[in-house]
Every structure is written in C-alpha cells, then in structure tokens.
T-cell receptor, first 112, second 112 residues
Framework: KNEVEQSPQNLTAQEGEFITINCSYS?????LHWLQQHPGGGIVSLFM???GKKKHGRLIATINIQEKHSSLHITASHPRDSAVYIC??????????????FGKGTHLIIQP | NAGVTQTPKFQVLKTGQSMTLQCAQD?????MSWYRQDPGMGLRLIHY???????DQGEVPNGYNVSRSTTEDFPLRLLSAAPSQTSVYFC???????????FGPGTRLTVL
C-alpha cells in the first residue's frame, strides 16, 4: 500500500506570499493528483500529473518521479485560496483496480 | 451536465437502521468510487466499480454494500448503521484510471 505524506499539515500565511505544499509517496505511481477542498465544501481536482510541471493561473504543480515527490505552489496567495489541499496517488492498477490513495491534507489559511 | 450528484446532503440515523446513499453521474464515466472522509484520516476507499455489473472492495468495505446496475448510478447501502460509520461520504467518477476524478458534493452522515 502506498504511503502518502503531506507537509506541512497546517500553514498560515499573509496575502501575497508564495506558498509551497509538499507531497511524498512510498511506491511508484502512474499519476498524482492535487485536490482542493473548501470548508464544508466538495472536492475539486486541480491537477493530475505523471511527469514534469503543470500550471493553471497562480497554481503550479511539479513532480519528481525518481524522488517520489511532488509540490504544489501558489503564487501571489489570496484569502480565497484558503482551503485544504489534498495530494492523492494512482497506483499501477494492472488488473483494473481503481481508487486513489490520499494524503491527510494541508490546511492553508491566507490572512488579508 | 450536472456532474456527480449525491443525495441526501445530510442524514441522521439510529444504530441498527439501514439506508442507501445515492450517487449518480451524467458524464458516461465507467469508473465510480465511494470514499469516506474522517478527521485526521484522510479519504479512504470503500467500494469501487469499473463498469456496470462490476464492483469490488476498497480499503474499508465492512458494513457497506454496493451494486452497479447502470453506468449512471452507484448507490451505497449501509446494512446496519453503527456510530463508527459517522463520516462524510464522497462519491466520485472518472472515465478510466488515467484521468482525473470528479467528486460529488458529499453526504454528511451521523449515526447515534
């Protein structure tokens, strides 16, 4: 079973700061997902990546397959970025098994 | 598209009662999954399906049943509710294991 670790667990920052959230996993994967969950809200997929880097607006996700590590960056952070950010990994399903393995999430608060 | 829908949003049960959490998607996705989210535990896979008529167990299947008679619907049945099943339940779907997952809004269940 893949072990997915996120750091930090909690992060409070000021508006405008550059934010980095880290995710490491123990076993080789086919893809890694970054998800966002606002308080009391649903879960939204931000990125799915298997190599390199992806960018969407102020969000950037990178992955290093060899080091089994991914980072999510937020540039020019804003209070509306306050949410829980969850890292999840897809194993090599082979036989068609589905379902992600999730980290416990990083609770981010951006203060005005 | 409505995406992934779940009903009810909230439910309170007494120990021993049974109920069905409904999940439907209108994106013609083959893969559907049920997760539960508990504080400090992250999301955990309960059951999943890779197509109509095909289901399998995830990490925490005990006390839950599923069936998949159509591509659109994937209900989760609690056979005899227990306080340990108090949680937030998310249904999710995707085209296959190489694409992003779409999550429903969640059902908050309390078992007294």
């Amino acid at each position: 079973k893949n072990e997915v670790e996120q750091s930090p667990q909690n992060l409070t920052a000021q508006e405008g700061e550059f934010i980095t959230i880290n995710c490491s996993y123990s076993v080789g994967i086919s893809a890694l997902h970054w998800l966002q969950q606002h308080p009391g809200g649903g879960i939204v997929s931000l990125f799915m990546l298997s190599s390199g880097k992806k960018k969407h607006g102020r969000l950037i996700a990178t992955i290093n397959i060899q080091e089994k590590h991914s980072s999510l960056h937020i540039t020019a952070s804003h209070p509306r970025d306050s949410a829980v950010y969850i890292c999840a990994v897809d194993g090599w399903s082979g036989g068609g098994a589905d379902g992600l393995t999730f980290g416990k999430g990083t609770h981010l608060i951006i203060q005005p | 598209n409505a995406g992934v829908t779940q009903t009810p949003k909230f439910q309170v049960l007494k120990t021993g009662q049974s109920m069905t959490l409904q999940c439907a998607q209108d994106m013609n996705h083959e893969y559907m999954s049920w997760y539960r989210q508990d504080p400090g535990m992250g999301l955990r896979l309960i059951h999943y399906s890779v197509g109509a008529g095909i289901t399998d167990q995830g990490e925490v299947p005990n006390g839950y049943n599923v069936s998949r008679s159509t591509t659109e619907d994937f209900p989760l049945r609690l056979l005899s509710a227990a306080p340990s099943q108090t949680s937030v339940y998310f249904c999710a779907s995707r085209t296959d294991s190489y694409n992003e997952q779409f999550f429903g809004p969640g059902t908050r269940l309390t078992v007294l």
